[in-house]
């Protein structure tokens, strides 16, 4: 039998029932990572890259046939999930998972007979999860509630990121789509050069942000008040705990699995405003952040695996939502497809800039159409 696009139409319109009909339950399919790790983990060949496989192979084929969902929640069903202790528990479950998955990972890799290729391929998928681990902290960071921020650094330790706290609310909100954010890539900049600008640029910056603020309440800029000097010695002392427990050879494995989430984090900053600009105001303010300063990708699947992180305008235009009743915008603009699948595209800058350079120029003109 062909295989053609007609064919896998009855499949795909099949699987969008089903999902529709799962409701709040689909969030849920973000365990398969930590179940992927395990198999990772505790195998061998090509199956120590079972996330990034998932991820990076499995999602972006669905994705390209499945239609996204632009539609919202009406305002009872966003007061139901607001109110249910089901999203919110499901996070803090997700943290001691993570958690665990840590662990294991570090108690596998350590072994002195794993071949190369394991010990590459199960490093790899520790990245992944490294990665689902600074989600979580980012989603759990915007919260007001001091537990549930607590457990934020607590994901976002786990891929030694917990700069990222002070520097994304502080910083990122305030400055996206401004040459003041370095976390927003300019057009026709190399995702590869991105990834640096970002990364150091936003560290510097929470430090600055912390510093700023000691000085402010009169303390000393180094007091433990400071979240950067906390951070910085929970990251050492981790660090430290690792190479005299397992190693050091284990140790620098979790550093490189780290650095992977790091450059996960990063691409997906890419894609988030790549190109888009706020314009200055007379009084020499930046307008408003609005919908049309953040790209989005309605398309189902990465939608649930990332809490909604691709319905990013609406994210970046009332930072305090929670993931389960953020909204879709007619006037943001939209990615062809999932971001599992623009990421890789990123990846090829030539035709990356050869297409989103008129996506943005076609997405600018139908918003203001509208």
Same mark, same amino acid.
């Given at each position: 039998?062909?295989?053609?696009?007609?064919?896998?139409?009855?499949?795909?319109?099949?699987?969008?029932?089903?999902?529709?009909?799962?409701?709040?339950?689909?969030?849920?399919?973000? %365990?398969?990572?930590?179940?992927?790790?395990?198999?990772?983990?505790?195998?061998?060949?090509?199956?120590?890259?079972?996330?990034?496989?998932?991820?990076?192979?499995?999602?972006?084929?669905?994705?390209?046939?499945?239609?996204?969902? =632009?539609?919202? $929640?009406?305002?009872?069903?966003?007061?139901? /999930?607001?109110?249910?202790?089901?999203?919110?528990?499901?996070?803090?479950?997700?943290?001691?998972?993570?958690?665990?998955?840590?662990?294991?990972?570090?108690?596998?890799?350590?072994?002195?007979? %794993?071949?190369?290729?394991?010990?590459?391929?199960?490093?790899?998928?520790?990245?992944?999860?490294?990665?689902?681990?600074?989600?979580?902290?980012?989603?759990?960071?915007? /919260?007001?509630?001091?537990? #549930? *921020?607590?457990?934020?650094?607590?994901?976002? $330790?786990?891929?030694?990121? !917990?700069?990222? $706290?002070?520097?994304?609310?502080?910083?990122?909100?305030?400055?996206?789509?401004?040459?003041?954010?370095?976390?927003?890539?300019?057009?026709?900049?190399?995702?590869?050069?991105?990834?640096?600008?970002? *990364?150091?640029?936003?560290?510097?910056?929470?430090?600055?942000?912390?510093?700023?603020?000691?000085?402010?309440?009169? +303390?000393?800029?180094?007091?433990? /008040?400071?979240?950067?000097?906390?951070?910085?010695?929970?990251?050492?002392?981790?660090?430290?705990?690792?190479?005299?427990?397992?190693?050091?050879?284990?140790?620098?494995?979790?550093?490189?699995?780290?650095?992977?989430?790091?450059?996960?984090?990063?691409?997906?900053?890419?894609?988030?405003?790549?190109?888009?600009? +706020?314009?200055?105001?007379?009084?020499?303010?930046?307008?408003?952040?609005?919908?049309?300063?953040?790209?989005?990708?309605?398309?189902? $699947?990465?939608?649930?695996?990332?809490?909604?992180?691709? +319905?990013?305008?609406?994210?970046?235009?009332?930072?305090?939502? =929670? &993931?389960?009743?953020?909204?879709? &915008?007619?006037?943001?603009?939209?990615?062809?497809?999932?971001?599992?699948?623009?990421?890789?595209?990123?990846?090829?800058?030539?035709?990356?800039?050869?297409?989103?350079?008129? /996506?943005?120029?076609? #997405?600018?003109?139908?918003?203001?159409? !509208?």
């Amino acid at each position: 039998m062909k295989l053609t696009f007609d064919s896998l139409m009855p499949i795909t319109f099949s699987f969008q029932s089903v999902w529709c009909k799962i409701g709040r339950l689909k969030y849920f399919i973000v %365990l398969v990572f930590p179940i992927l790790a395990f198999v990772a983990f505790t195998s061998s060949g090509v199956f120590t890259l079972l996330p990034a496989i998932f991820i990076y192979g499995f999602v972006p084929i669905v994705e390209l046939f499945l239609k996204p969902d =632009h539609s919202n $929640l009406d305002k009872e069903e966003k007061a139901a /999930r607001k109110g249910s202790i089901l999203f919110d528990g499901f996070l803090y479950l997700l943290t001691p998972l993570l958690v665990a998955v840590l662990a294991l990972f570090l108690f596998t890799i350590s072994r002195p007979d %794993l071949a190369v290729s394991d010990f590459i391929g199960r490093m790899i998928s520790m990245g992944m999860l490294c990665a689902v681990a600074i989600n979580l902290g980012h989603e759990l960071g915007h /919260r007001s509630n001091r537990v #549930e *921020q607590f457990l934020g650094e607590i994901a976002l $330790l786990i891929s030694l990121e !917990n700069h990222f $706290l002070p520097y994304h609310n502080l910083g990122h909100h305030r400055n996206v789509a401004t040459p003041n954010d370095p976390a927003t890539a300019r057009q026709n900049e190399l995702v590869y050069a991105f990834w640096f600008r970002s *990364q150091f640029g936003s560290y510097v910056q929470a430090w600055q942000f912390e510093i700023s603020k000691q000085r402010r309440d009169k +303390r000393n800029p180094l007091s433990l /008040r400071n979240r950067m000097v906390c951070y910085t010695i929970a990251q050492i002392s981790l660090l430290i705990t690792i190479a005299f427990g397992l190693g050091l050879k284990t140790m620098l494995a979790f550093v490189a699995a780290a650095i992977i989430g790091k450059l996960v984090l990063e691409t997906v900053n890419y894609i988030e405003h790549y190109g888009l600009t +706020r314009k200055m105001n007379a009084d020499g303010k930046y307008e408003k952040v609005m919908p049309e300063h953040s790209w989005n990708s309605d398309h189902v $699947l990465g939608r649930a695996l990332m809490f909604e992180l691709s +319905r990013h305008s609406d994210h970046h235009f009332k930072a305090s939502k =929670h &993931y389960q009743i953020l909204d879709s &915008y007619p006037n943001s603009p939209q990615l062809p497809t999932g971001y599992p699948g623009m990421m890789i595209f990123a990846l090829f800058s030539p035709l990356w800039f050869r297409y989103m350079n008129k /996506r943005i120029d076609s #997405e600018r003109w139908r918003i203001r159409s !509208n």
